[in-house]
């Protein structure tokens, strides 16, 4: 297959994680650009709730979101795809043995129907999120060009990039096969601006723990794309 991918920064790297869920009503878009038509992504991230503690999400739906670029931001909704996708365990850990460990999931869907485009935007949260909420993972730095925004607030500068794969083949055996959406479930949109000063719900795995000690648990494989 081919596509387009950022993958996720190592481990011992202290990746951030950028909460992206209905529970806190957050949304992180990124954008992309490929010479592929897209049919199929595979993102990385973590679950955890309040006080940062490991929780697990089960098998809750996604919103995955493909928008046309407006002059740097997410423009138009290209598509909106609403699906339980594919969950695994990477069997990677992110901890320095003493803060909270965090275990690392690649989830994988198709896409309701083929993107037809070169350049735009994605954004991937969890829904129905109740008490659980996924975090996207930081990736390899790429152009660092990435938004969040909370409760359809203005558009804020994340400053990083996050970690999913595109493709141009359907994953095989139509697992994570999603349904598109009505206008009326499309998550809410907001313009670009400044951010507010009220706090926003991203939660990050950099802790002062992890950041002074630097000690993290090294894992032999390392997330590919398709």
């Keep these: 297959s081919r596509g387009y991918s950022q993958l996720p920064k190592a481990p011992e790297d202290l990746p951030p994680t950028y909460t992206s869920s209905s529970l806190n009503s957050t949304i992180v878009d990124d954008n992309f650009n490929t010479a592929y038509n897209i049919r199929a992504v595979r993102w990385w991230g973590i679950e955890l709730q309040g006080g940062y503690i490991s929780c697990d999400r089960g098998n809750r739906a996604f919103e995955i979101t493909i928008y ?75 152009d660092g060009v990435a938004y969040y925004s909370v409760s359809g607030s203005a558009l804020s500068a994340l400053g990083d990039d996050v970690a999913f794969c595109l493709s141009n083949v359907p994953i095989a055996g139509g697992e994570g096969e999603g349904e598109g959406v009505a206008a009326d479930e499309s998550p809410p949109r907001a313009a670009s601006g400044s951010s507010s000063s009220k706090s926003i719900s991203i939660l990050r795995l950099i802790s002062s723990a992890l950041a002074s000690s630097g000690r993290c648990v090294k894992q032999p494989q390392f997330p590919r794309c398709f």
């Design 68 to 142: 046309n670029d407006n002059a740097g931001v997410p423009g138009d909704v290209v598509n909106d795809t609403i699906v339980v996708p594919h969950r695994t365990a990477t069997t990677r850990v992110l901890s320095d043995g003493s803060a909270p460990a965090y275990a690392e999931y690649q989830y994988e869907a198709n896409l309701s129907a083929t993107v037809l485009f070169l350049s735009g935007w994605i954004s991937i949260r969890g829904i129905n999120d109740t008490d659980c909420a996924f975090a996207w993972e930081a990736a390899q730095p790429s």
